[in-house]
């Protein structure tokens, strides 16, 4: 099996040869860039599967980056690298696109979990969507239509395939954490579930109450599927709790 190849992002060189280190003894191919136009670059000529980029960079910055390649190649997994103290950044990330972010400065191990759990999600091969195991506590029984499409808002859900296709049958881009997201809330229909659930199972990991990420990520998801983000009818709000998903005809 081929190393996974990782892009690492960031004009601190004397980090971006401890992640280079780091992450090759890991298994990991690892290929760096100081700005974001050697990045572009290498992007398209490698193909990498995930990119660690540094919000603060000289020139374009990593958030004009991120927002970019989630454009030109939306199969890329992004996790950003910002300072504990700029919230901005980490949710203006999350909002042009990114999959992930890492506070600085940061636990090697952490950063290697994060990337870990974007590649085991970018890399599933089309198939059925897995049977949700107890501790989801989903059963078979919750997807409905399991073998072939449900309707999810404007669009419809392959389960066989795991994407997302549009009223016009155009596939809808999604990234690796929105369709974490999709897939949960088809095993779940009419179940209210919390930001912890929503984290724990669909992420991987845990919830803090500044952690607004859940919330960008539905708001994203909202203007993929909805008819009017704004009056969400299919990915709904339930104050107090979090949020649902409300099948076609179910109201």
């Known amino acids: 099996m081929a190393s996974p190849t990782l892009l ?42 995930v990119a660690v980029i540094d919000v603060h960079m000289p020139g374009e910055d990593g958030l004009s980056l991120a927002r970019w390649l989630r454009v030109e190649h939306p199969r890329l997994g992004i996790v950003m690298l910002s300072t504990a103290s700029e919230t901005v950044d980490r949710i203006v990330g999350l909002e042009v696109g ?83 997201l999709v897939l949960l809330f088809a095993r779940n229909p009419g179940r209210p579930l919390n930001r912890d659930q929503i984290m724990e199972r669909a992420h991987n990991r845990s919830w803090d109450v500044f952690d607004r990420s859940i919330d960008l990520r539905i708001m994203r998801l909202r203007r993929k599927v909805e008819r009017n983000p704004e009056k969400p009818e299919v990915l709904k709000t339930v104050r107090g709790v979090g949020y649902m998903f409300v099948p076609a005809g179910s109201l």
Request: net charge negative; hydrophobic share 45%.
């Open 98 to 180: 990114a999959d992930d972010y890492v506070a600085k400065p940061f636990e090697l191990r952490e950063l290697l979990a994060r990337v870990k759990g974007l590649l085991r999600r970018t890399q599933q091969p089309a198939q059925p969507a897995a049977s949700p195991s107890a501790a989801d506590g989903t059963t078979d029984a919750a997807l409905p239509n399991r073998a072939g499409r449900i309707a999810f808002g404007t669009c419809t859900l392959d389960l066989d395939t795991r994407r997302l296709f549009d009223a016009g049958g155009a596939e809808v881009e999604l990234t690796a954490s929105e369709l974490d």
């Open 8 to 49: 690492v992002v960031d004009d601190e060189a004397e980090l971006s040869s401890l992640l280079a280190e780091y992450f090759g003894r890991q298994g990991f191919r690892v290929l760096t860039a100081a700005d974001a136009a050697a990045a572009r670059t290498i992007v398209a000529t490698e193909a990498p599967e």
